[in-house]
């Protein structure tokens, strides 16, 4: 009888230990895991991530497909836009700082899109240019031909 007993008891106190072991914990309402008690977030590291544009500044629009949106994408995604400011107008004050930021902008391209992102760039202009109808093709068209 006491074998039983003594059984009962040993299996008792493995269900007790078992069952708390297996139980789920759970923590009481609002707590927190923090363990500083005055934390200040970090803007820079929490939200997303806004990708910086470079503006590579021109006289005129030749040759940036102004418009194209598939154009813009394909530069967008490279980093960079062109924007058009006439001489004289506040980003383009003089000759010199133009190309001097120009240069900054180029030289940080060719370190984020390789040193060939210039024909990278001519490939998706003519590609864009092509898809979009922006491109006659080898034949121009004459005053004389009439189109139906």
């Not at 995604?77 to 006439?86: D, E, I």
Request: positive net charge.
């Amino acid at each position: 009888m006491q074998r039983w007993y003594f059984i009962g008891l040993v299996f008792l106190g493995f269900f007790c230990i078992a069952h708390n072991s297996f139980a789920q914990n759970q923590r009481p309402p609002l707590q927190t895991t923090n363990t500083k008690k005055k934390v200040t977030p970090n803007p820079k590291r929490q939200g997303p991530k806004g990708k910086k544009i470079r503006y590579i500044i021109k006289n005129d629009t030749k040759g940036t497909l102004h418009g194209n949106r598939c154009f813009e994408n394909e530069t967008l995604s490279m980093g960079f836009l062109y924007m058009a400011v006439p001489k004289g107008q506040a980003a383009n004050k003089n000759e010199f700082e133009r190309n001097l930021h120009n240069l900054g902008v180029k030289t940080a391209l060719t370190f984020k899109n390789g040193p060939f992102w210039k024909i990278k760039e001519r490939k998706a202009y003519k590609k864009c240019r092509e898809t979009s109808g922006d491109i006659i093709g080898i034949y121009q068209a004459s005053d004389n031909q009439i189109f139906l």
